[in-house]
């Protein structure tokens, strides 16, 4: 084996070590420490609109003519 193909071993090797750390790494870091996981971190999302009824007076047939 020359240095060339020992130098592409351990480049890969590296390479795949490197790429495994930045895919755990984030992940153990935002792991929520302390907290219940069957609780919700933010509350369910509103609507922004109300919903309105299909014949309410803001939708007359006057803004037609």
Do not use: N
Not at 13 to 26: E, Q, R, S, Y
Not at 34 to 55: F, I, Q, W
């Amino acid at each position: 084996m020359d240095i060339i193909q020992l130098l592409i071993t351990v480049g890969a090797v590296v390479g795949v070590i490197v790429i495994g750390l930045l895919a755990i790494v984030p992940s153990l870091l935002d792991y929520p420490r302390g907290l219940d996981k069957d609780e919700p971190d933010m509350p369910a999302p509103t609507p922004l609109h109300r919903h309105r009824r299909p014949h309410s007076r803001h939708h007359g047939s006057g803004m037609a003519a």
